[in-house]
């Protein structure tokens, strides 16, 4: 029994680290187990001896004393009982991890395609159709400067047919192109013809402030600038168009407008109130003089300077703007017709005021300035009978202007307007002097957004181009079916 108990205490003095004594029965029990297995595996011969579970000696003593087992369970085992080996426990069955949901498997993703400048260019334009021999009383009553339609010989006309390219090719670069398929060269209509294709550059992505480089409107009074898809009367008048033909250049021109106020500009043309676009708040440039898809003359260019501002007045949206230009124009002349080589000063300053339609609505400019003029025109007859046209090409004043009246209603805007001009026509080859008065009263419906009719009736008294030189009288209605895409 002795060697027993000393087998016990040995085992449990070299297992004290692994066994807890603790004061249930339960865990009493579980240190007893775990003793019989130790004695099984380190003295099998002291298996066959009873165990009696005996308090460990003072010097063995563990910081906590194991309590004695319930009175239940303190019947000594029998040797017997002893000598029966404890079954192993068999170990629960680990259970089968549960398959996995079938997942479709996710495509990989589409590799970015490269970006390219065409992926942010959007495509619009229109087309405009006339027909203004309805009710004409006078087939010398022309407008070589404006549409060429009106007059002898002339029948349905495809006025413009523009095609416009445009679009951020970055952040602080912008594109804009835009072709017309329906220009006239002499006496050839439908000719193709470039009539923008500039490039604004910006500091910024506000695009505030602008460079504006290549063939462009040149910012000078308000109806140059309108597009003549906006525009209520079918042509511009004499006065303001006289001054920049085409009313583009070749050069480079400088905008600038805060943000807020490019916004207004903007709503003033989405909006269906005729506006004349974003053309900064002050616009500022240096061009060629010679106007559109004409190659420079002489080494001098031209300067323009013009100051805008649109404002609420009350609720209705107000425009003021001044404007103005210099430089030297190198006239086209005859044979008989003498013209300084080096140009003739050509100056000009705007007055514009516009009331845009909210419903009424009011346009007014007027220029003063000098100017390309024929003057001593006469017809020289030599000994052979043969006639030529004379004169001298000199720097004259000239002055006009006009006034458009127009009420909005939806769809329906009716409008007049009044205009003169006294002065030469320096496009127009020996630059001669015009004197225009014109009163056209018409009406634009818009059927559908795409589809525009006009119809007007106007009365004039103006030059005609042709040597030599005589005023033309008369009337006629106009039509004009737009298309918008």
């Not at 923008?196 to 140059?224: C, H, I, M, T």
């Amino acid at each position: 029994m002795g060697r027993v108990n000393v087998t016990y205490q040995t085992w449990r003095v070299r297992y004290r680290g692994a066994v807890k004594i603790k004061s249930s029965a339960g865990r009493y029990r579980t240190v007893q187990q775990f003793a019989l297995l130790g004695l099984f595996v380190f003295s099998p011969e002291a298996a066959a001896q009873p165990v009696t579970p005996t308090a460990p000696p003072a010097a063995q003593a563990t910081p906590v004393a194991p309590t004695a087992p319930p009175a239940a369970e303190a019947t000594p085992v029998t040797p017997a009982a002893q000598a029966t080996p404890v079954a192993p426990t068999t170990p629960a069955p680990v259970a089968e991890p549960t398959p996995a949901l079938s997942v479709p498997p996710v495509a990989p993703p589409e590799p970015e395609k490269p970006s390219h400048f065409f992926d942010h260019i959007s495509v619009r334009g229109y087309t405009q159709f006339r027909y203004n021999q309805l009710a004409a009383t006078n087939d010398r009553l022309v407008n070589l400067q404006g549409d060429r339609s009106v007059g002898q010989d002339a029948g349905i006309l495809i006025r413009r047919a523009r095609l416009v390219l445009s679009g951020d090719l970055h952040p602080q670069v912008s594109m804009y192109l835009q072709p017309d398929f329906a220009a006239s060269a002499g006496d050839t209509i439908h000719v193709a013809q470039m009539r923008d294709w500039y490039f604004d550059l910006s500091p910024d992505a506000a695009k505030e402030l602008r460079l504006r480089v290549g063939q462009s409107k040149v910012p000078f009074g308000f109806e140059n600038l309108q597009s003549s898809q906006n525009r209520l009367p079918m042509d511009r008048s004499d006065a303001l168009n006289s001054a920049v033909a085409g009313e583009r250049d070749l050069g480079a021109f400088i905008y600038y407008a805060p943000a807020d106020i490019r916004k207004r500009f903007k709503q003033l043309t989405d909006t269906g109130l005729k506006g004349s676009g974003d053309y900064g708040v002050i616009g500022v440039g240096v061009y060629e003089g010679q106007t559109i898809n004409q190659p420079d003359q002489n080494t001098n260019k031209h300067v323009v300077l013009r100051l805008t501002y649109p404002f609420l007045f009350g609720e209705q949206f107000v425009e003021a703007g001044v404007s103005g230009y210099t430089g030297k124009f190198v006239v086209r002349t005859d044979e008989g017709v003498t013209a300084p080589e080096d140009g003739v000063r050509d100056a000009r300053a705007c007055l514009s005021l516009t009331l845009y339609p909210q419903p009424f609505g009011l346009q007014a400019e007027y220029q003063l300035g000098t100017g390309p003029e024929l003057t001593n025109a006469a017809t020289v007859t030599d000994a052979e009978g043969e006639e030529t046209f004379t004169g001298t090409v000199e720097r004259k004043s000239l002055h006009g202007g006009y006034v458009l009246a127009s009420f909005k209603l939806d769809s329906l805007i009716p409008y007049v307007r009044v205009m003169n001009y006294e002065g030469g026509k320096k496009h127009e080859r020996n630059a001669p002097r015009y004197s225009v008065r014109e009163l056209e009263a018409g009406v634009e419906w818009q059927i559908i957004k795409p589809v525009e009719l006009t119809a007007a009736w106007a009365v004039a008294r103006r030059t005609d181009g042709r040597v030599p030189y005589d005023r033309e009288s008369g009337s006629l209605v106009r039509l004009q079916l737009q298309i918008n895409y």
